[in-house]
């Protein structure tokens, strides 16, 4: 291969690889609509719910309060938790836009002594198609009851 044919193609190369490059970042006007015809959906506290300090055996129960901000309803498809010990219950109706709405999150701290983080997942017709909220704290192992045969042992 010749030398000018050489810098012909790291030439080309160059363009192809800049180029490239460029129109991954920008969006289309078709994407820019699409995007904007999504729901929204916005937290109205926070994404993270600190129970504090609890006793092993105690149930935490808290709403995570959202309003759709988007143009079209809201549909929350699925949510999941990282733990059996955390279920959430949601509204499987459509919330409308402007509409507040919450998902309820019940943690059984039942056999869960120590630090505690559940995620738990929320999925909906949303860019992106999901969000996490978590509730956190810690739990205190529940005192163990104290044999009868080390009770005697000790008199």
């Known amino acids: 291969m010749t030398f000018m044919k050489k810098i012909a193609l790291f030439a080309i190369l160059g363009f192809a690889v800049a180029f490239s490059g460029c129109s991954k970042n920008e969006k289309t006007g078709e994407e820019k609509q699409a995007n904007s ?26 709403e995570f309060k959202f309003r759709n901000d988007g143009e079209y309803p809201l549909i929350l498809n699925n949510i999941s938790s990282s733990c059996g010990c955390t279920t959430p219950e949601w509204p499987k109706d459509p919330i409308e836009p402007k509409q507040t709405s919450s998902i309820k999150v019940r943690f059984d701290s039942k056999h869960k002594a120590g630090p505690q983080v ?25 005192p163990q009851p104290v044999a009868a045969d080390s009770v005697t042992a000790k008199k």
């Open 37 to 62: 015809k999504l729901p929204v959906f916005t937290l109205i506290d926070s994404t993270e719910y600190n129970f504090g300090t609890i006793q092993e055996g105690a149930i935490v129960e808290h």
């Open 118 to 142: 559940k995620t738990i997942t929320v999925y909906a017709n949303t860019e992106p198609a999901n969000i996490e909220i978590r509730l956190k704290g810690i739990v205190n192992a529940a």
